[in-house]
């Protein structure tokens, strides 16, 4: 009788095991989803979770979710919203004031109140250098940065050069290749990432010094110049907003910023090497700018 009653037991009790742990796997199969959206999302990411296929116990913790990602979207929005009208709307005063201030320098016959003009123009001109760093933040973290048909990437290019250029920089030697490069990249952000890029290379490189920028047919950008060596340690904290480089250079500290937010936003790698391929000094900065 217990040989009887324990064989069909023996068979049952594994059959059993099995069935409960795929059963307990499939239902548990929307939660594991759920959790990978998330696991999946970078930092910009803040849409909506979908719920379908959520089971009635699981949909009130994605409406929560979602909720509170509006919230955390709106708030965000309204801090660049905020920092882009700050710095667009201190643009005329500040250009007003730097116009009082070398008016009076010009007019005053007294050394000291000429140097104190200058000090202030020069306060302002910086003030004024920020605001605009401010702005290009703001469109490289919220603004739009791709387009629904693609463009070459190498008139861009060249226009930034030759901005420099009518601005007395003649030092940048810039390397395009013969076919376009194509890419859905706005030409605004690309403009903004370049600019940036270059403006850096100007400042920490020799004074002198010539800073060669370099784009070939697989979206590979470099920027060098012939500045010291960076430490091992230099990347991540370059990255950091109001963060300079080491010496007297002056600068806001936010151009690598938004080298960095526009990259991570269109999915773009950025890597610093130093010192220069083929050289023992330097610096040059990869980005691969994704092409259409």
Do not use: Y
């Amino acid at each position: 009788m217990l040989l009887g009653l324990l064989l069909p037991l023996i068979v049952m009790i594994p059959f059993s095991l099995l069935a409960i742990v795929l059963a307990v796997r499939r239902s548990l199969r929307p939660v594991r989803l759920l959790r990978q959206e998330l696991a999946r999302r970078g930092a910009q990411d803040l849409s909506p979770l979908p719920d379908s296929g959520l089971p009635s116990e699981l949909r009130p913790i994605s409406a929560g979710v979602n909720q509170l990602l509006d919230r955390l979207k709106a708030a965000f929005n309204a801090e660049r919203a905020f920092a882009a009208n700050a710095a667009h709307e201190l643009r005329t005063p500040v250009a007003g004031a730097i116009a009082q201030a070398q008016r009076i320098r010009t007019e005053t016959g007294e050394e000291l109140t000429g140097q104190r003009a200058t000090e202030i123009e020069t306060t302002l001109k910086r003030l004024m250098r920020t605001s605009e760093k401010l702005m290009q933040l703001a469109r490289a973290e919220g603004g739009r940065l791709q387009t629904d048909e693609p463009s070459d990437l190498r008139p861009v290019l060249q226009m930034i050069v030759e901005g420099f250029t009518r601005t007395g920089e003649g030092r940048i030697l810039l390397t395009l290749p013969g076919g376009p490069v194509l890419s859905r990249l706005d030409p605004d952000a690309v403009g903004i990432l370049f600019r940036n890029l270059i403006e850096n290379a100007l400042k920490h490189g020799p004074q002198n010094g010539l800073v060669e920028a370099a784009l070939q047919t697989d979206g590979l950008l470099c920027v060098a110049n012939d500045g010291a060596v960076l430490p091992a340690d230099a990347t991540e904290r370059l990255a950091k907003r109001f963060e300079r480089g080491s010496g007297n250079v002056g600068g806001s500290g936010l151009g690598f910023s938004i080298v960095k937010a526009i990259a991570d936003r269109t999915g773009m790698s950025l890597k610093i090497v130093s010192p220069s391929p083929s050289k023992q000094e330097g610096v040059q900065v990869q980005v691969k700018l994704p092409l259409a």
